[in-house]
């Protein structure tokens, strides 16, 4: 008899469940006591016994929550902040079949002795399936974001740092050059005032030698001097 309810029981669940959506994380119905109906801003929609068990995150300074579903980041402001999904509540409330379910705590496997074995292995086995994709796609998400940092820190980092020294010595390089075109230029133009200074003295010194010792001028100071 206990196992036939059971079965009815089963039954009657899966009819409903079929009818009504239920909570994606606990996969219970939804109903307007506890298990209430609220809307994520990213619009799935999740049970508020399952909401209070998130675990919080920091983003921009405030606590954020990520959506089960797409994993998509929402600011936590409150349970009450969140709006209800009040068609689902109309779905709910117009259908006769709905009971609000209980919130319990989920029994240990030893509380079901009136299940089979293979019914209890069935179950973690579903239960474990469930959740697999959503850890690994939880893990491999914090992977991302370690690999992006230990690029950031080994690749961009470096570049950055020799970027910037390329950039010094190349300033250096070319304030180098300048100064020395500038030197050079200098000196090469007082080398040239002072071969140009150096030639006109030589070339005055020669005149006036010339003219010092010409013929005509030691003639006439010979027709001069007094005859003996």
Not at 9 to 24: A, E, G, I, N, V
Not at 173 to 192: E, K, N, P, T
Request: some cysteine; proline content about 7%; charged content about 15%.
């Amino acid at each position: 008899m206990e196992q036939r309810e059971l079965v009815q029981r089963s039954q009657s669940k899966q009819k409903s469940s079929m009818q009504l959506p239920d909570c994606p994380v606990c996969w219970d119905g939804f109903d307007d006591g506890p298990r209430m109906p609220r809307l994520l801003h990213c619009g799935h929609t999740i049970c508020q016994v399952c909401l209070q068990q998130l675990l919080f995150e920091s983003g921009l300074g405030q606590r954020c929550v990520r959506c089960p579903e797409c994993r998509g980041v929402c600011v936590w402001r409150g349970l009450q902040e969140l709006p209800k999904n009040y068609i689902l509540l109309r779905v709910i409330s117009s259908s006769s079949t709905h009971k609000p379910t209980e919130v319990l705590p989920p029994r240990p496997i030893s509380d079901y002795p009136e299940l089979p074995l293979v019914s209890q292995v069935s179950h973690i086995t579903s239960l474990i399936i469930q959740h697999i994709p959503r850890m690994i796609e939880r893990k491999l998400w914090d992977l991302g974001k370690l690999t992006w940092a230990l690029t950031a820190m080994f690749v961009f980092l470096p570049l950055s740092f020799a970027h910037m020294v390329l950039a010094w010595s190349t300033a250096a390089l070319g304030s180098f050059v300048f100064l020395w075109f500038s030197l050079g230029s200098m000196g090469i133009a007082v080398f040239m005032f002072f071969t140009w200074c150096c030639y006109n003295m030589a070339r005055f010194l020669v005149e006036l030698g010339f003219c010092c010792f010409s013929p005509s001028n030691y003639r006439g100071s010979a027709s001069n001097r007094p005859y003996s």
